[in-house]
């Protein structure tokens, strides 16, 4: 069975001289993961960067054996920020989250969108305040929505509001930009706590649960933030 389609690199690794696995991110059949037969050669290894977008010529013979998948490049994302560390690692992050939260061959059309929209946000000043929105979208698309306009609750230190989450053993600030997604001045305090807040979020509900850890890909942007 033959299926067109096109999408998103998320991943991808050496399987033997000449091929190599890869995991897409697709606009019709949701995650998907084959062999590109190929893959390492000058031709294609190229531009199988991770984010960039691809067609794909996906060969399904059945369902005990990997597919093969045919790709053709026709927007090469990631290139545009190979002089901006940060915003590659961001990217590569981005990806791998993808990658562990969505289940395979399970289509929906928001995430693949949402992807879409992950590269207009790079190219804006305040590109990691929308990027930790992205995540937050990203979560309420596979059934784990934060909903922190809900749950937070709030006070005012020194005339300005604060708002936090609150249980029985601690009390958890929560960066206004997060409740109130029109605040324009963002600073990188406020993106390190709220990347900190996803990410304890994620680990708990998500990962630990699921035998799982925070992928190292996105501890690796979040301690180039940190320097």
Same mark, same amino acid.
């Given at each position: 069975?033959? =299926? ?9 690794? =050496? ?8 995991? @897409? /991110? ?5 995650? &998907?993961?084959? &062999? %590109? ?9 190229? /531009?199988?960067?991770? +984010?960039?977008?691809?067609? *794909? ?15 053709? %490049? ?6 545009? @920020? ?5 915003? *590659? ?10 990658? /562990? ?12 969108d949402l992807l879409e929209f992950f590269f207009l946000q790079l ?7 929308? /990027? ?18 809900? &749950? ?7 005339? =300005? ?27 990188? %305090?406020?993106? *390190?706590? +709220? %990347? ?7 680990? =708990? ?23």
């Open positions: 069975m033959i =299926k067109i389609d096109e999408g998103f690199l998320l991943s991808k690794f =050496k399987y033997n001289e000449n091929s190599i696995i890869a995991d @897409f /991110y697709t606009k019709n059949n949701g995650k &998907i993961s084959g &062999i %590109i037969f190929g893959g390492t050669s000058k031709k294609i290894k190229g /531009y199988l960067q991770v +984010g960039n977008f691809f067609h *794909l010529n996906i060969n399904s013979k059945n369902e005990t054996k990997a597919s093969s998948i045919k790709v053709e %490049i026709i927007k090469p994302y990631t290139p545009l @920020f190979f002089n901006n560390q940060k915003k *590659l690692h961001c990217i590569i992050s981005a990806m791998t989250l993808t990658k /562990y939260l969505t289940s395979e061959n399970e289509d929906n059309k928001n995430i693949f190219n804006k000043e305040d590109w990691l305040k929308s /990027y930790i929105i992205w995540e937050l979208t990203l979560l309420k698309y596979i059934g784990y929505d934060l909903n922190l306009k809900n &749950i937070v609750q709030k006070e005012f230190v020194n005339n =300005k509001t604060v708002y936090y989450v609150k249980s029985s053993t601690q009390k958890k600030i929560v960066p206004n930009f997060l409740v109130n997604q029109e605040v324009d001045t963002v600073d990188l %305090i406020d993106i *390190l706590k +709220g %990347i900190t807040l996803v990410s304890n979020y994620m680990e =708990k509900n998500i990962f630990f649960p699921n035998n799982m850890k925070i992928p190292t890909q996105r501890s690796e942007f979040i301690n180039l933030l940190q320097n």
